[in-house]
């Protein structure tokens, strides 16, 4: 099975500035025949679901702000925001679906500084 | 617009069953696979099962953590699907959530969540 290791497990950022959490894979989620990462970032808030926000690795999903950037292949991966909303306060998980069972990594807490 | 809405969640104690279902609207639900995942408190995400729509043989498939004990099924002319919990554990105790599409791809729609609780 793949494992998923995120870093940090916890983000304190200002508002307005940039927030950056790395995704880790413990093999490739390239798919070569289509030269498809096959990773997606999704965003939690307390009582909530989580909700795609990129696939792809860098694919955003309708209606994702363009804040919110994907980047990386093969097994290292990097979720950007841009300028750091007080929405934005979550938590984010990266999962793989290259391979069953699809897994997800622990998840990265970010919240305001 | 799709909606999921799970069911069935409640305490339970450990050994015994409980059924969750995940009824669907807004789309054609005979057309799709459909998947639950879990998440017990503070903790991530897990797959737990899939199954896929009748048109592509609707097979299952399950995490090896409930493999022999879960059971998922459903009923397309009811746009519902069942997550059958049996031999539950304390690790069981989760918020389970039910998505549209099939493990292999990314989760776009999900449920609210049943919350199910394992103990004595």
């Known amino acids: 099975d793949i494992v998923m290791t995120q870093s940090p497990d916890s983000l304190p950022v200002s508002l307005g500035e940039r927030a950056t959490i790395y995704c880790k894979s413990s093999?490739?989620?390239?798919?070569?025949?289509?030269?498809?990462?096959?990773l997606a970032w999704y965003r939690q808030k307390p009582g909530q679901p989580p909700k795609l926000l990129l696939y792809?690795?860098?694919t955003r999903e309708s209606g994702v702000p363009d804040r919110f950037n994907g980047s990386g292949s093969g097994t290292d991966f990097t979720l950007t925001i841009s300028s750091l909303q007080a929405e934005d306060v979550a938590v984010y998980f990266c999962?793989?679906?290259?391979?069953?069972?699809?897994?997800f990594g622990q998840g990265t807490k970010l919240e305001i500084k | 617009e799709v909606l999921l809405v799970e069911s069935g969640g409640g305490l339970v104690q450990p050994g015994r069953s409980l059924r969750l279902s995940c009824t669907a609207s807004?789309?054609?639900?005979?057309?799709?696979?459909m998947t639950w995942f879990r998440q017990a408190p503070g903790k991530g995400l897990e797959w737990v099962a899939s199954?896929?729509?009748?048109?592509?043989?609707?097979?299952?498939e399950y995490a090896a953590s409930v493999k022999g004990r879960f059971t998922i099924s459903r009923d397309d002319s009811k746009s519902i699907a069942y997550l059958q919990l049996n031999s539950l554990k304390t690790e069981d105790a989760a918020v389970y959530y039910c998505?549209?599409?099939?493990?292999?791809?990314?989760?776009?729609?999900w449920g609210q969540g049943t919350l199910v609780t394992v103990s004595s």
């Open positions: 998505t549209r599409g099939r493990s292999g791809s990314p989760s776009v729609h």
């Open positions: 807004g789309f054609t639900f005979g057309d799709f696979a």
């Open positions: 199954i896929r729509s009748k048109g592509y043989d609707g097979a299952t």
């Open positions: 093999q490739s989620v390239l798919y070569s025949s289509n030269n498809k990462n096959y």
């Open positions: 792809w690795a860098s």
């Open positions: 999962q793989q679906y290259y391979s069953s069972p699809c897994s």
